[in-house]
């Protein structure tokens, strides 16, 4: 993990999300704690536990995307889950681990493309080797393309001058349907159980030779190459200290589950819920198919709009383990200008670079984007506010046409202006009933 300072997290942050300055200095200084963590001593550094936090605020404002890119700059695992869907009948107490072991699962992957890429060269070299093999025992190859050595062949190998030869080549028998992923793991797990690999393994089907071109070859076998070349066990053990250590789960939607009533019905489950996920918060160990993961230094990441119910509704032991709640401003219309064009992936950018491929050079002029972001805003204020998420529509809803004619425009130098603005979306705005099913 890089040792980036506060400062730098947030200038890092401010490439992509617009405002929300006390967020970002939260998760900065959260992200900064787990550097300085590490920079304890031994006997202290286990005591230290993460500073969770609240982010509590509308829809669309960025709550989500902050903790996205913080986990990007951190290099950690990540993962998104609606505390929501912890209602649903069925769910139990046992399966709200199953965070842990989707996180545990994101980091492995993670570890295992990291490896992937060391190896790349070795794994392409190997195959390489095979293929040739395979081509040296066919004269025919060399007749056609008047090869007097195996240097040759090699060299029109790299340049894929032999990508469509047919060559006869040895790959792993995989089932045609993964049955193994059709039964659920959860439960499975806690008896030490991984069955989709004990499944797989009870059905293997041994190694056969298959007739397919040089190209579908290299295909083929560059992934089982570099997974021979990959130690396992070193990429288990990274991975399952990078998610004790670095890990970060966003729990969204806390809000939903929040309630506290008595009596029967969903207020008492959503209690139960809370319940649930309050040791994972809190800090325990979940056995997963790759080991003991303890969640003590896991980061928790909670948000929610918390419209009808408030951070205070929580069970107060829960309340005890997101120490900080920061607040988020809902969007004004010089943000919805900032988000057009201001951030590093701003949507007036992605619409440019669309429209580029078909050889269109799309110019929104300033008075456009302003004409935008006032539809947006008053869009926002007459029916769901639902943040930055309406400038997708409402941007979707204006290209439109140029969108479906775009193939039969090639070379054209289309200006949008506010003019353009108000004749495709005023009259769908001033129709309130309209408006709602449209943008």
């Known amino acids: 993990m890089r040792s980036l300072t506060p400062r730098e997290i947030v200038e890092k942050l401010n490439k992509y999300i617009i405002g929300q300055d006390k967020a970002k200095r939260a998760v900065a200084i959260a992200l900064r704690n787990r550097w300085r963590r590490r920079q304890v001593p031994p006997e202290l550094r286990d005591e230290i536990a993460p500073k969770n936090i609240i982010m509590i605020g509308p829809t ?85 393309y008047r090869a007097g050595s195996e240097g040759e062949i090699i060299e029109l190998y790299r340049n894929g001058k032999l990508d469509k030869e047919i060559i006869q080549v040895e790959v792993s028998a995989r089932p045609a349907i993964p049955f193994a992923q059709i039964i659920s793991s959860a439960g499975v797990e806690e008896m030490g159980l991984n069955l989709p690999d004990m499944l797989g393994q009870m059905f293997h089907r041994p190694d056969r030779p298959k007739q397919m071109t040089v190209a579908e070859a290299r295909d083929a076998l560059l992934p089982e190459e570099a997974d021979k070349l990959i130690d396992k066990e070193k990429v288990t053990a990274e991975a399952l200290t990078r998610v004790q250590e670095t890990g970060i789960i966003f729990i969204d939607e806390l809000d939903k589950i929040s309630g506290r009533h008595e009596g029967a019905g969903p207020d008492v489950s959503r209690e139960g819920v809370q319940r649930d996920i309050l040791p994972i918060v809190e800090g325990s160990t979940v056995l997963t198919k790759y080991g003991m ?93 639902i943040g930055a998420r309406r400038l997708h529509t409402i941007m979707e809803k204006l290209l439109e046409e140029i969108s479906y004619d775009a193939p039969e425009m090639r070379g054209a130098h289309v200006v949008i202006d506010a003019a353009y603005v108000q004749e495709k979306l005023a009259d769908i705005v001033k129709n309130e009933d309209l408006s709602r099913y449209i943008l």
């Open 293 to 385: 993961v303890k969640t003590d230094h896991i980061l928790f990441i909670a948000a929610g709009a918390f419209h009808t119910s408030k951070p205070s509704d929580l069970i107060p032991e829960l309340q005890g383990r997101f120490p900080t709640r920061v607040e988020l401003n809902a969007l004004t219309r010089d943000d919805f200008v900032r988000i057009l064009t201001d951030p590093e992936n701003a949507l007036v950018k992605q619409y440019q670079a669309l429209m580029e491929t078909e050889e269109i050079r799309l110019e929104f002029r300033p008075d456009a984007i302003k004409e935008i972001a006032h539809l947006a805003e008053q869009v926002n204020d007459t029916a769901e506010n």
């Open 60 to 144: 669309g404002v960025g709550k989500t995307e902050i903790a996205r890119r913080l986990s990007r700059l951190a290099q950690a695992p990540f993962l998104k889950v609606e505390a929501s869907k912890y209602t649903e009948v069925g769910y139990v107490g046992r399966d709200v681990e199953s965070m842990i072991r989707d996180l545990t699962e994101i980091a492995v992957k993670m570890v295992q493309d990291e490896e992937k890429d060391k190896i790349k060269e070795r794994a392409k070299e190997i195959v390489e080797n095979k293929i040739i093999e395979q081509l040296k025992g066919k004269p025919e190859v060399y007749e056609r």
